[in-house]
C-alpha cells in the first residue's frame, strides 16, 4: 500500500529528510565541538581548567534548550515549520561563529545560552515535519536516517579538538558557523512546509480553530498517562546518552591514557558510527515490525534500551581498549535503536496537530536529565570517578525498560484525530 507523503510524491519527502539531515549534523556539531576542545580552550580561558566550570557551561546549554523545547514544539505547530527552522539555523551558526572572538568566560557562557534558545526551535519542528511526510512504511526509517545526522554531527564535533589543535580554537568556532549561516540560504530556496497543512486551514477556521490554544494541548497531552509513559521513558535513558554526548572524550582519554586530540575524534567517530548502524536497523525493523503487531515499535525501541544497560557496566568497569570501545560500539547501536523510535512511537499516541508540542515537552524532560548528570558528572571527573558513576546510570534505565513494555499498549499504528 503506497503511503501518502503530503502531495509531493515520495521523492520530495525523502529530500526532505536529506536536507534536514544536514540542518541536525550542523545542529549536533555546533554543540558538540566544545566538549572536546576543553584542552585548547583552557589556555585562553583559564576557568575551564576546573572541571565542575566546564560541566557549567555544557550544562547551561541544556537548562536553556530544556526550557525552550515545550515552547518550542508548541511554536512548531502553529506556525510555518520552514521559517522556524531557517531561523533557527541562522541563529545558532552565528552564535558558533561569534564564540571565536571571545576569550571570557562569562560571554562564552551566555552564547551557550542563545544557543540553546536557537538550537532548542529545530527539533521539535525538523521531526514532526518528517512525521507528515513519511507515514505508515517508511517512518521509522526516515526518522532514523534524520536521526544519523545527529550522530555524524557529534563525530564531526570530535574533529573540533582537531581543528584547534593545528591551528586554534577560534578558527573551529568561526569554520563551523559558517557553513551553518551558508546552508540557511539553502533552506529558503529548497525547504518546504507540508502542503496538508496548508490545505486544512481554510476549510477548518469555520469549524474550529486550525490551531488549538496552548492550554488545550498541553492539557491533552498531560491528561494522557501512556504520554506520561513516555516522557519518562524518554527521560531516563537521557542520563546516559547525554552523560556520553559531553563526557565520552574525557572518559576515553582518562581511561585509555591518550591526549584528547586524539581521543575526542575516537571516542565521537566509535559512538556515531556504531549509532548509525543502530538508527537504520531499528528503522527497518521497527517499520516492518509494526505492520503485523502494533507494539512493533515499543518492542524495537526496547531491545536497543536493552543493549545501552551492558554497554554501561563496559564504560564503569572497563580499563583496557577492548571494553571501552565495545562499550561505545554497544551503546551506539542500542541507543540507535531507542533514538529512531521515538517520534514514530509518539505518533501512535498523539495526532499531527500536538505532536511537535509532544515532542517539545519529550525534548525537555531529556535534556533536563542531560543538564543535571552533565553537572554531576562534572564532580565525578573531578574526583576521580566518572567511569563509576557512569555504571550506575545502567540501574535506572533497567528499570525505564521494564516499565515500558508493561505499560505502553498502543490502539493504533499511527493516530491521525483527537479522540
Given at each position: 500500500m503506497r503511503?501518502?507523503?503530503g502531495g509531493r510524491g515520495s521523492g520530495y519527502a525523502w529530500l526532505v529528510v536529506g536536507l534536514l539531515w544536514v540542518v541536525a549534523l550542523l545542529n549536533y556539531m555546533d554543540r558538540q565541538m566544545l566538549s572536546t576542545m576543553k584542552s585548547s580552550m583552557m589556555v585562553d580561558i583559564l576557568e575551564l581548567e576546573k572541571a565542575e566550570n566546564f560541566g557549567k557551561l555544557m550544562a547551561v546549554f541544556l537548562w536553556i534548550y530544556g526550557f525552550m523545547s515545550p515552547v518550542a514544539g508548541l511554536i512548531a505547530d502553529r506556525i510555518n515549520r520552514k521559517w522556524?527552522?531557517?531561523a533557527s539555523l541562522f541563529v545558532w551558526s552565528g552564535v558558533t561563529f561569534s564564540m571565536g572572538y571571545t576569550s571570557n568566560f562569562q560571554v562564552l557562557y551566555g552564547l551557550r545560552a542563545v544557543m540553546g534558545i536557537s538550537e532548542a526551535l529545530y527539533i521539535p519542528a525538523g521531526l514532526s515535519l518528517i512525521a507528515d511526510y513519511h507515514r505508515g512504511s517508511t517512518r521509522s526509517l526516515a526518522v532514523g536516517i534524520h536521526m544519523t545526522g545527529l550522530y555524524v554531527g557529534q563525530a564531526m564535533g570530535g574533529f573540533g579538538a582537531t581543528v584547534a589543535d593545528a591551528w586554534s580554537w577560534q578558527s573551529a568556532f568561526h569554520l563551523f558557523g559558517v557553513v551553518g549561516l551558508v546552508y540557511s540560504a539553502v533552506l529558503v530556496i529548497a525547504l518546504?512546509?507540508?502542503?496538508?497543512?496548508?490545505?486544512?486551514a481554510p476549510s477548518a477556521v469555520a469549524a474550529k480553530p486550525k490551531k488549538p490554544p496552548v492550554l488545550s494541548s498541553l492539557t491533552l497531552l498531560l491528561g494522557m498517562?501512556?504520554?506520561?509513559?513516555?516522557?519518562?521513558?524518554?527521560?531516563?535513558?537521557s542520563f546516559p546518552g547525554w552523560a556520553v554526548k559531553n563526557w565520552m572524550p574525557t572518559l576515553f582519554s582518562e581511561s585509555l591514557g591518550i591526549e584528547m586530540a586524539r581521543a575526542g575524534p575516537i571516542a565521537t567517530i566509535t559512538i556515531a558510527a556504531s549509532s548509525f548502524l543502530g538508527v537504520i536497523a531499528g528503522g527497518i525493523l521497527s517499520d516492518r515490525w509494526v505492520a503485523?503487531?502494533?507494539?512493533?515499535?515499543?518492542?524495537?525501541?526496547?531491545?536497543?534500551?536493552?543493549?545501552t544497560i551492558p554497554s554501561l557496566l563496559f564504560f564503569g568497569l572497563g580499563r583496557e581498549i577492548f571494553w571501552i570501545i565495545g562499550g561505545a560500539v554497544l551503546f551506539g547501536i542500542g541507543y540507535g535503536m531507542f533514538d529512531a523510535n521515538n517520534m514514530p512511537i509518539l505518533c501512535q499516541f498523539v495526532s499531527p496537530r500536538h505532536r511537535a508540542a509532544g515532542y517539545g515537552l519529550m525534548n525537555m524532560t531529556g535534556v533536563f536529565a542531560g543538564a543535571l548528570i552533565t553537572s554531576l558528572l562534572g564532580r565525578s571527573t573531578d574526583s576521580g570517578h566518572l567511569g563509576r558513576d557512569m555504571a550506575f546510570l545502567a540501574i535506572p534505565v533497567l528499570i525505564a525498560l521494564v516499565l515500558q513494555l508493561i505499560i505502553l499498549r498502543p490502539t493504533v499504528a499511527d493516530k491521525l484525530a483527537d479522540d
Open positions: 503511503h501518502n507523503t522556524l527552522i531557517v518546504r512546509e507540508h502542503p496538508e497543512r496548508k490545505r486544512v498517562t501512556s504520554f506520561w509513559m513516555i516522557l519518562f521513558y524518554f527521560a531516563v535513558p503485523v503487531n502494533l507494539r512493533g515499535r515499543i518492542f524495537t525501541s526496547a531491545i536497543g534500551l536493552a543493549l
